[in-house]
Nanobody, 129 residues
Framework: QLHLVESGGGLVLPGGSLRLSCAGS????????IGWFRQTPGKEREGVSC????????NYIDSVKGRFTISRDNAKNTVYLQMNSLEPEDTATYYC??????????????????????WGQGTKVIVSS
């Protein structure tokens, strides 16, 4: 059984912080490149960040650079997304997904979804005053 469970979302004021978690089961995360994605109603899902199997390579879309940090704890089979200085534009449902290996350093890493996996339920983030 392959699935990822996202958690940690919630309602936060602009400028606040949240840490999202992506917990894996059915496969070993330390052998998987993982990406975070987000989607708002009426908009396409976009890639936010990715992290390589050992955490040495990371990538971010321009809009979150300097504010978000992706990390992983392979002993806990979990990938995290620390989100600081949150803005209303960050409001979305956030998803994590296994990626094909060796792509995190590429500008098109978001196109390398692992075939055979599927999207989970995600976790909602609302940034509002």
């Amino acid at each position: 059984q392959l699935h990822l469970v996202e958690s940690g979302g919630g309602l936060v004021l602009p400028g606040g912080s949240l840490r999202l978690s992506c917990a894996g089961s059915g496969f070993i995360l330390d052998s998987s490149t993982i990406g975070w994605f987000r989607q708002t109603p009426g908009k396409e899902r976009e890639g936010v960040s990715c992290i390589s199997t050992r955490g040495y390579i990371t990538n971010y879309i321009d809009s979150v650079k300097g504010r978000f940090t992706i990390s992983r704890d392979n002993a806990k089979n979990t990938v995290y997304l620390q989100m600081n200085s949150l803005e209303p534009e960050d409001t979305a449902t956030y998803y994590c997904r296994r990626l094909s290996p060796g792509l995190c350093g590429s500008s098109r890493w978001y196109g390398g979804l692992w075939e055979g996996d599927s999207w989970g339920q995600g976790t909602k983030v609302i940034v509002s005053s």
